[in-house]
């Protein structure tokens, strides 16, 4: 951050008072700029017991496979980011079911949400953020090829729970990047 969002002035980074953190402070008016985690919302959704994946056409991580997920816009609910994220990677229409997953992803400032979704029909597509869209059966999961170690959490606990029968929350948190270092394929 260059510039104050309230005044236009130079900022500078510095302790406030009464404050423990560096942060963007403006000298002109005194505001303080905090930076926050953002929010990552996503889905497993679910066809007659296949999962629907997405191979990334972006970075992070292109070529890997993950969730429909993605940062949460303003005025959106967790629940209709996860089904708009789907409809923008996949071109899925889901159904969002119970909270899966929260994971806080401390080295990259955010906090990744993770509900259970149902696909109502195997209506699919790749969105542009996508290379390709597929229903995997839990055996055929690309393990080796997925994208981030959040996404393999919720996965692994959403399959976990689908054998026990039970819908339980599952927290963890990533305090450094964990990413396998190959090249997908």
């Not at 406030?16 to 000298?27: F, G, K, M, Q």
């Not at 953020?129 to 995997?136: D, G, P, R, W």
């Amino acid at each position: 951050m260059k510039y104050c969002s309230n005044c236009g002035e130079s900022v500078e980074v510095r302790v406030p008072a009464n404050d423990h953190l560096p942060r963007y402070v403006c000298p002109a008016c005194d505001t303080i700029h905090y930076e926050n985690p953002k929010l990552v919302v996503g889905c497993v959704p679910d066809f007659e017991g296949r999962i629907l994946l997405c191979n990334r056409a972006i970075e992070p991580r292109r070529g890997f496979w993950t969730v429909p997920a993605g940062f949460m816009e303003n005025g959106e609910t967790l629940a209709a980011a996860a089904a708009r994220e789907s409809l923008e990677e996949a071109l899925a229409t889901v159904t969002i079911g119970s909270l899966l997953a929260i994971v806080n992803v401390v080295h990259a400032h955010q906090v990744h949400v993770m509900y259970r979704a149902t696909l109502s029909t195997p209506s699919f597509g790749a969105g542009y953020e996508s290379l390709a869209v597929a229903l995997y059966r839990i055996e055929d999961i690309p393990w080796s090829e997925i994208a981030f170690p959040s996404v393999e959490f919720a996965l692994r606990r959403y399959i976990e729970d689908q054998s026990l029968g039970v819908e339980r929350l599952h927290c963890t948190d990533f305090d450094r990047p964990s990413w396998r270092r190959q090249t997908p394929g």
